[in-house]
């Protein structure tokens, strides 16, 4: 049964919850009963969050506490009264879809407690899908939400999260344009609207190049037409003016 025990021990993975009861206190901490072979050990400055001098002052022997395995070892397990982190930073990673619940909200943005030390920031426009001037348009405080990570940094204690990449993309209308990463709109039209205009638009005749000749031998015959017309008319005209220079002269010659 012990050998069982011990072996449940060594299994126990970091963040197991267990409860016992403070076996014993000491100048650095405190040992607790789990009911397994091995013992818990809690160091001091993991008693509670704040700092503390004296362990009496947190603790006393007998008293059942709830307990978060740190390490399982050998002869030991660490344990931590001081409630883990759901996400570590190192855990954290871009494009990990996480539940969360939004705690507090400001004009750009939006704060979700993801578990981590800090809560995350989802900036207005990364809130849902098109425009919104203000994120209580969306969410409120206390509202379950789903987020995906985009960035995080350490250093600064910077979270980036984003609901609108957990939300389907919305139906696009085709001849609505259609808005591109950080709000702007860009002039895309359905294929559909454009034929329609270039079908509207009115059309010049193509001609063929045989057409082309054809149409310029008749231009041709036609100029010609009009020249040979031009040139009877001018004889006439020359015919009917020595007709009467004729008439005039026997006139003169029958009055002598």
Do not use: C
């Amino acid at each position: 049964m012990a050998e069982n025990e011990m072996t449940q021990a060594n299994a126990l993975e970091s963040k197991t919850k267990l409860k016992g009861k403070i076996a014993k206190i000491t100048i650095g901490g405190a040992i607790i009963d789990l009911g397994m072979e091995l013992p818990g050990v809690i160091h001091i400055s993991q008693l509670q969050k704040e700092h503390l001098t004296r362990v009496e002052d947190a603790v006393e022997v007998g008293q059942e506490v709830e307990v978060w395995v740190r390490r399982a070892k050998k002869d030991r397990i660490e344990l931590t009264m001081i409630e883990p982190l759901t996400l570590e930073w190192r855990e954290m990673k871009p494009e990990v879809t996480v539940k969360g619940s939004v705690v507090r909200l400001e004009t750009y943005g939006a704060f979700v407690e993801i578990g981590a030390e800090r809560p995350g920031l989802v900036h207005v426009s990364e809130i849902a899908h098109g425009y919104i001037k203000d994120p209580s348009q969306v969410v409120k405080v206390g509202d379950e939400v789903d987020v995906m990570i985009l960035e995080v940094n350490r250093r600064k204690k910077q979270i980036r999260l984003s609901m609108k990449a957990t939300l389907p993309e919305p139906e696009e209308s085709l001849d609505r344009p259609k808005r591109g990463r950080g709000g702007k709109r860009t002039n895309t039209r359905s294929v559909a609207a454009m034929m329609a205009e270039i079908d509207d638009e009115p059309k010049t005749p193509e001609h063929t190049a045989m057409e082309m000749a054809w149409q310029a031998a008749l231009d041709r015959a036609d100029s010609a037409k009009k020249g040979g017309k031009k040139a009877a008319e001018k004889k006439v005209e020359a015919n009917s003016d020595l007709t009467q220079d004729e008439i005039l002269a026997r006139t003169l010659e029958q009055r002598k």
